[in-house]
């Protein structure tokens, strides 16, 4: 099983930049379907992107494409959510998730860090 541990989250001006890590912890991200989840108050938890562990593709939610990145450090068992052009909208907690199967991203994946807060303030 992979233990994730989340890092990185804060408080940010409108515009600035964020970049979340997430580290696996006994384990690699090899062949895992890895994700970015937020979750706002008084909202559903929402996939922000998924990276393939298949062939590399990467899927991102229409309200951060262009603005938000995510990368692996295989080196490090390290995956991060370099998050640019922040908004208010954009405050949340957000998680990174792991699963077993390659090409599924979904709110039942398998693994999860325990969840960093990101506030925009305007």
């Known amino acids: 099983d992979v233990q994730l541990q989340a890092s990185g989250g804060g408080l940010v001006q409108v515009g600035g930049s964020l970049r979340l890590s997430c580290t696996a912890i006994?384990?690699?991200?090899?062949?895992?379907?890895i994700a970015w989840f937020r979750q706002a108050p008084g909202k559903e938890r929402a996939l922000v992107s998924c990276?393939?562990?298949?062939?590399?593709?990467?899927f991102y939610a229409d309200s951060v494409k262009g603005r938000f990145t995510t990368s692996t450090d295989n080196a490090k068992n390290t995956m991060y959510l370099q998050m640019n052009s922040l908004k208010p909208e954009d405050t949340a907690i957000y998680y990174c998730?792991?699963?077993?199967?390659?090409?599924?991203?979904?709110?039942?994946?398998?693994?999860w860090g325990q969840g960093t807060q990101v506030t925009v303030s305007s």
């Open positions: 998730a792991a699963g077993k199967i390659p090409t599924y991203c979904n709110t039942d994946l398998a693994f």
């Open positions: 006994g384990s690699t991200f090899d062949d895992y379907a």
């Open positions: 990276l393939s562990g298949r062939d590399g593709s990467s």
